[in-house]
């Protein structure tokens, strides 16, 4: 069993706290169930938003899909000129079988446009 990394963002359309939660559960459902992995699988999650905002802390959206043992932490993202706004962006450590080249890193919407190079 190897340690990976998976890659994640979604761009929300407004900054509120309970279209954050249903997006960034949708991400992270996205996450575990394209790369056949369990909540147990995780080791930690870090999360970051863009400075846009406020409503509430992304790892909340983990909380409420039951994931509740596993260290969470929130970060702002860089308040970079042109940057995409509204968008949570997720690295999820995990144990896997999965070779690095087998992982599949989730973009979802506009924030495909992110890393059009590992976005499936």
Not at 15 to 41: F, K, P, S, W, Y
Not at 53 to 77: K, N, Y
Request: aromatic share 4%.
């Amino acid at each position: 069993m190897a340690v990976r990394a998976v890659r994640g963002a979604v761009q929300l359309e407004r900054d509120d706290a309970e279209h954050m939660q249903e997006q960034v559960g949708a991400l992270l459902t996205a996450i575990l169930e394209r790369n056949e992995l369990r909540a147990d699988d995780l080791i930690s999650v870090w999360f970051t938003a863009t400075p846009d905002l406020h409503s509430d802390f992304p790892a909340a959206a983990a909380r409420a899909l039951g994931i509740t043992d596993v260290p969470l932490i929130c970060a702002q993202e860089l308040d970079i000129t042109g940057a995409m706004e509204r968008v949570v962006r997720v690295l999820a450590h995990v144990e896997t079988d999965l070779s690095r080249a087998g992982i599949a890193h989730v973009y979802l919407g506009a924030a495909g446009a992110l890393r059009k190079d590992i976005a499936q």
